[in-house]
């Protein structure tokens, strides 16, 4: 990603889209999980931002810092945005394209490039930064030399707390982000009666009107700041309520004091004048006042159980065992330091959850999808304004959604999807006089579509076609028919922005994207200009784009007529090619360079998160896409490491994908822009902090366990040594599975329940034979030779030489199974050498 704030370190077989003839499996029930192996936890106060403890409830996000003596809880509010409604087009564009496209394909890039800067990228705004509420502190009078610290962030039912001892009393402060109440609440309590007093103040970095009313509330209000020529008018008010017991609550003009009380609850309310992306009119005090009366009306304990439940409704759907070992005694940061010793299964499988619990808190529905930090941000001006980057960073914050369970949490990114489709159809008439919309490498609260930062970034009108196989993807998942019928025309609208606007590729009968660039990244042969024409991502997306759409309306029985034109348009999409160096080229051009160590590896989505790419139907391009990645490296920022991590695992090495996580998961202390790693607190590093990598390890993981891309659910596909026995229960499948159970020992497995929600024909694919249990019916499918067959990269120069011996030649046999299901039921299904 390229920033303001933050300068970053630096012929194809065509197939048919397989979709399985069955749909989604709902969940039964929740499933029992070991609460206390899902837990972060400390035995010091957190001393910097990435060590606080994230909760949210997908609107209101808060990061604890566990301070005895002066507490500090962070605030966010997902609508807390710099500027307002605005848009960003530049209206200089249309004219200009056809020069741009003649200078692309007379290989005057730099120029182009230049063009493009002057007449494309936007002249009012690049984007608006999400912007921190504040702070909520508590100043403690008398807690001098704690002893006995404990804090702990329990994943399994989103609470922080606190625990310590000070002048011979035992304190306890536990906080949670309510998703019922939509309030935070924050629970003091002392073991001696009358031994809480403390101070509670709000504040911000940035001007605020700050009040009390009455002797127990308190109040912030403001209004969001300037960026670009864009002037800030979006208003917001904090409200604090304590409720004290056994001691009085004052107030001083800008303060709350609780002299001797035996506990205390806090109820701390947000809002915004944000009703939607075009809309700033509502009125933030009332809106915090109402979420404040109605929680007052509901004791502490039932506010909790509440926020407990409506929690664990989604979290409990997913459990995860890959062992343990006396490392779960350590303190988090400390397994984080030791990880790569590979003593700490268990620190993987929290990791893994750890995702789970950071999609649950950041997206929910009704809400903003995640943004580059989830929900969580404590500055007004944050790298790389903690905004939507689409051209890698919003898609992986949404890949673990429907593997692991969570499908509801991807609903904010496909109403951001809808909304910018309405706003994306104007920068499309504006800027290219094309049908349908356009999106190009980012956007914000306020829905831009224009394209920013500079055309070596920005130049990238693929941002609707990647944010659409999320749509399809959705519906793979649960095979809702009323859902794709609600999101088809979205499709529609994205294919017809590109019959608009490709082009026929000089002396070839392709048809290309000019100006377009693989993101963020240029070739060898001119460096300082990225742009360029028909690369190899483009045409990766668009054939997604084009053949799911196609597929959309064929299922949904409409649009025949243009379903057929975009059918005929995908089959003269440019092809993937294999360069000199055995590698898929990353341009239409042979560019490539086996020195190349950029973090993007663009080219490689026909990989993942797509499947166009196979180890069964396409064995060639399999091979070289897997020596593209060998000439990449390991060593990335925190989110290329994982994206990484799920390629290893689509390309069947779950040894290599491991490697990468134990580079993943080490302790950063010096952050460094080529090694990524986690901090304290588990976030992921970029660095900074992006919460995208985090994501992408939960997804990897999941791959590694389950893959259901390639006309098959293919069982423990990617398992690497380090997990030779373990369970996972609640995985989806595309089609319409949950594995509701899975047990595996000795790299096997074992035991295999699957449920079926609307029947249908269910092929798997395992590596070794399965039988049915009593009563199931498992037959031996015909279909492709039974192989997953992947070689090492051919040496054909010594550059790659080095890399060989890690992957010698691999033939490693598949068994393939046909099961006949009932919409409802379950299927068990058991190793045939047990």
Aim: aromatic letters at 10%; a neutral charge; proline letters at 6%.
């Amino acid at each position: 990603m390229h920033t303001r704030m933050i300068s970053p370190a630096t012929s194809a077989p065509r197939w048919g889209l397989i979709v399985l003839a069955i749909c989604l499996a709902s969940i039964a029930g929740a499933h029992a999980q070991d609460a206390a192996l899902l837990k972060l936890w400390y035995d010091h106060p957190a001393r910097q931002w990435v060590e606080a403890l994230p909760l949210g409830n997908g609107r209101l996000g808060v990061m604890v810092y566990g301070d005895p003596l002066r507490e500090t809880i962070q605030l966010n509010e997902s609508t807390v945005w710099a500027g307002q409604p605005n848009r960003n087009d530049n209206p200089d564009a249309l004219a200009a394209l056809p020069e741009v496209r003649r200078l692309v394909f007379a290989g005057k890039y730099k120029e182009a490039q230049e063009l493009v800067n002057q007449s494309f990228i936007s002249r009012t705004s690049h984007g608006m930064p999400y912007q921190t509420v504040g702070a909520f502190t508590l100043s403690f009078h008398s807690h001098a030399e704690p002893t006995a610290y404990y804090r702990e962030l329990d994943i399994a039912n989103a609470i922080a707390t606190t625990r310590y001892t000070s002048g011979g009393v035992r304190y306890e402060q536990t906080v949670f982000a309510s998703i019922p109440d939509q309030i935070i609440v924050v629970r003091l309590t002392a073991d001696r009666p009358g031994a809480l007093n403390f101070t509670a103040s709000l504040s911000r970095p940035a001007p605020v009107s700050i009040l009390t009313r009455g002797r127990d509330e308190l109040m912030m209000s403001g209004i969001t700041g300037d960026c670009d020529s864009v002037k800030g008018k979006v208003r917001f008010q904090a409200s604090v309520v304590i409720r004290a017991e056994g001691g009085p609550v004052a107030a001083t003009d800008t303060a709350l004091t609780v002299a001797n009380a035996d506990t205390a609850t806090i109820l701390i309310a947000v809002a915004s004048s944000v009703r939607q992306y075009d809309d700033i009119s509502a009125d933030p005090a009332a809106r915090a006042a109402r979420y404040v009366r109605a929680a007052m009306k509901k004791p502490y304990r039932r506010i909790l159980a509440d926020h407990i439940a409506a929690y664990r409704k989604y979290f409990d759907r997913v459990t995860l065992d890959l062992g343990r070992t006396d490392s779960v005694k350590n303190p988090t940061d400390v397994r984080i330091a030791r990880f790569a010793d590979g003593t700490d299964p268990q620190l993987a499988a929290l990791y893994f959850q750890f995702g789970r619990y950071l999609l649950i808190s950041c997206s929910q529905p009704g809400g903003q999808p995640a943004t580059l930090q989830g929900l969580w941000n404590h500055q007004l001006f944050p790298p790389w304004d903690s905004k939507y980057t689409v051209n890698i960073n919003t898609e992986m914050n949404y890949w673990p959604a429907e593997l692991t369970n969570l499908t509801e949490m991807h609903e904010p990114l496909v109403r951001m999807i809808r909304e910018l489709a309405i706003t994306g159809r104007k920068t499309a008439r504006t800027m290219y006089g094309a049908d349908g919309w356009v999106l190009h490498h980012n956007t914000d609260l306020w829905r831009i579509n224009g394209p920013i930062d500079g055309s070596y970034w920005g130049m990238w009108p693929m941002g609707g076609a990647w944010l659409s196989q999320h749509l399809w993807e959705k519906y793979a998942f649960s095979g809702d028919l009323r859902y794709l019928a609600s999101v088809y025309p979205l499709m529609r609208s994205a294919t017809e922005f590109f019959l608009s606007t490709l082009v026929p590729y000089p002396g070839s009968n392709w048809l290309v994207v000019c100006p377009s660039v693989s993101p963020e990244n240029s070739p060898a042969v001119h460096r300082e200009a990225s742009i360029a024409a028909g690369t190899t991502m483009d045409n990766q997306l668009l054939f997604d784009l084009f053949s799911r759409t196609a597929d959309a309306a064929s299922i949904l029985r409409v649009d025949k007529q243009f379903a057929s034109r975009v059918r005929a348009m995908r089959d003269r999409l440019a092809p993937m090619h294999i360069g000199r160096f055995g590698q898929l080229q990353e341009w239409i051009d042979d560019w490539d360079d086996p020195e190349d160590h950029h973090r993007h590896v663009s080219h490689l989505y026909g990989v993942y998160p797509s499947g166009q790419i196979s180890p069964f139907r396409t064995p060639e391009l399999f091979d070289a896409a897997r020596t593209s990645l060998l000439h990449r490296g390991d060593p990335s920022t925190g989110w290329s490491m994982n994206w990484k991590i799920n390629l290893w695992a689509r390309f069947l090495d779950g040894n290599h994908a491991y490697r990468l996580m134990t580079r993943q998961i080490s302790l950063v202390e010096k952050p460094s822009f080529e090694t990524g790693g986690t901090y304290a607190n588990m976030f992921d590093a970029h660095p900074p902090f992006q919460i995208d990598g985090n994501f992408g390890f939960t997804a990897g993981v999941a791959e590694m366990l389950v893959q259901s891309h390639d006309g098959a659910i293919f069982i423990l596909p990617a398992l690497p040594d380090a997990w030779a026995a373990g369970s996972v229960t609640g995985l989806r499948a595309r089609g319409g599975f949950e594995i509701e159970r899975m047990e595996w020992s000795e790299g096997k497995v074992r035991t295999l329940v699957i449920r079926s929600q609307k029947g249908g024909q269910c092929r798997l694919r395992s590596y070794t034979p399965l039988a049915g249990a009593p009563g199931v019916r498992l037959a031996e499918a015909a279909g492709e030779n039974g192989n997953a067959f992947y070689r090492s990269a051919e040496v054909k120069l010594p550059v790659i030489s080095p890399a060989a011996h890690l992957h010698p030649p691999a033939v490693r046999q598949t068994f393939l199974y046909d099961l006949s299901t009932q919409p409802g039921r379950r299927y068990t299904i058991v190793s045939a050498g047990r």
